[in-house]
């Protein structure tokens, strides 16, 4: 089965840029797509297909995707983006796999 | 504005059943693939399955856990997801949300509050 493994936290400074990685075999031959949780709400997706962002998230959010790993970056971090985040991806062999999750801590 | 409500939820015994429902709005459900997601508590996100649309023929697949005991199905008449749930255990203690999404490796456009389920003796 096709696995995604991300780093369990992050700590960021207000105003300083968060990185959040998604690792997986090959990972850059697929469409990563990143969603934010927020305490007792439901995932809300920040970047879609590597690095396209819905419209209404911030420019701050964006995304790259190479090799083996997947990046969601935070530029200017604000108090507001404590959250959790989760990498996802379709694998033909494991359908849709959702990464481990990273809680980003805003210090 | 698109609109997913979950309800059925609730405490179900292991080995029982449960139906959980998904009514949409806002957006031409018909055309919708529709997916439920759970989350465990305390836990990360799992795909459960997921129907296409009837224009897309309409089949259904799942998850490796719950493939043989959960049924997704679809009411196009009444704009509802439906995700039958037979022989549950423990494992299956989840917030369960129903989703939309375009297609295989698009992403998870809108999702619903979701309604917990709890499998416990």
């Known amino acids: 089965s096709y696995v995604l493994t991300q780093p369990p936290s992050v700590s960021v400074a207000p105003g300083k840029t968060a990185r959040i990685t998604c690792g997986g075999n090959?990972?850059?031959?697929?469409?990563v797509h990143w969603y934010q949780q927020k305490p007792g709400q439901a995932p809300v997706v920040v970047v879609h297909?590597?690095?396209d962002r819905p419209s209404g998230i911030p420019e701050r959010f964006s995304g790259s995707n190479s090799g083996n790993t997947a990046t969601l970056t935070i530029s200017r971090v604000e108090a507001g983006d404590e959250a959790d985040y989760y990498c996802?991806?379709?694998?033909?062999?494991?359908?849709?796999?959702f990464g481990t999750g990273t809680k980003v801590t805003v210090l | 504005e698109v609109q997913l409500v979950e309800s059925g939820g609730g405490l179900v015994k292991p080995g029982g059943s449960l139906r959980l429902s998904c009514a949409a709005s806002g957006f031409t459900f018909n055309s919708a693939w529709m997916n439920w997601v759970r989350q465990a508590p305390g836990k990360g996100l799992e795909w459960v399955g997921r129907?296409?649309?009837?224009?897309?023929?309409?089949?259904?697949d799942y998850a490796a856990p719950v493939k043989g005991r959960f049924t997704i199905s679809r009411d196009d008449s009444k704009n509802t997801l439906y995700l039958q749930m037979n022989s549950l255990n423990t494992e299956d203690t989840a917030v369960y949300y129903c989703t939309t999404s375009k297609w295989l490796r698009g992403n998870f456009d809108y999702w619903g509050q979701g309604t917990l389920v709890t499998v416990s003796s």
């Open positions: 996802q991806v379709w694998d033909i062999t494991s359908d849709h796999v």
């Open positions: 129907v296409k649309s009837k224009t897309d023929g309409g089949t259904t």
């Open positions: 090959n990972i850059g031959s697929k469409s």
């Open positions: 297909d590597d690095s």
